[in-house]
């Protein structure tokens, strides 16, 4: 099983990755959350790698951090969540953002994830409360409820949903977030930023 890998990034087009290691060109898929920490093209660089082996496919998935890596083998095991799914959910929410949606119990915040809805949402929360209970991570700033905003993200999902890839939602999103005061602001304001380039 390859689970680490450390070589030249020779080009990444989200969510693919291409690395040389030695000579050798390994193809993987990554989340968003951990191609915003790979260097430039040509540059070194080292992932943690889930190996998943199928009849027709050897697939290899990539991870700036080990718990990322760690909470995408629990999503795998959650019945319904596939890679592409695990993938999706590591692009829209943090870690720690995540792991205070299991334990909060917050449906509404992780079925703002693309391809989540409210059933396999439940199904998370359930299968992965004991799961995680052990997993320590630096949870970042508290969420809020439903009555309370993760603007941001739900700008970024807002974007996704219309039609955008992950990456130029977060782009366009963090080039008006400063300037921009609620989620339905920062929608506007993302989209007018695209239309601008």
């Not at 990322?68 to 590591?90: M, S, T, Y």
């Not at 943090?94 to 119990?105: A, D, F, K, V, Y």
């Not at 949870?139 to 974007?159: F, I, W």
Request: proline share 4%; aromatic share 6%; hydrophobic share 45%.
């Amino acid at each position: 099983m390859i689970g680490y890998l450390h070589g030249r990034l020779v080009y990444k087009h989200p969510p693919n990755l291409l690395v040389d290691v030695n000579g050798v060109g390994y193809e993987l898929e990554a989340p968003m959350s951990a191609i915003y920490d790979l260097p430039d093209e040509g540059e070194t660089v080292s992932l943690f790698v889930h190996m998943l082996v199928r009849e027709d496919a050897q697939l290899l998935f990539g991870f700036s951090e080990l718990g990322q890596r760690e909470i995408f083998r629990i999503l795998l095991k959650v019945n319904g969540v596939g890679p592409k799914v695990g993938l999706a959910i590591l692009s829209t929410l943090s870690t720690g953002e995540l792991l205070q949606c299991i334990r909060n119990r917050n449906h509404a915040m992780l079925t703002r994830v693309p391809g989540i809805g409210k059933k396999t949402a439940e199904r998370m929360i359930l299968e992965m409360q004991d799961r995680l209970s052990l997993f320590q991570v630096d949870d970042g700033p508290e969420l809020l409820d439903d009555d309370g905003t993760s603007d941001y993200r739900d700008a970024v999902s807002a974007l996704i949903a219309l039609g955008f890839k992950a990456i130029e939602a977060e782009n366009a999103v963090a080039a008006v977030r400063e300037k921009s005061g609620s989620r339905d602001e920062l929608i506007k304001n993302a989209l007018a930023w695209v239309s601008e380039k």
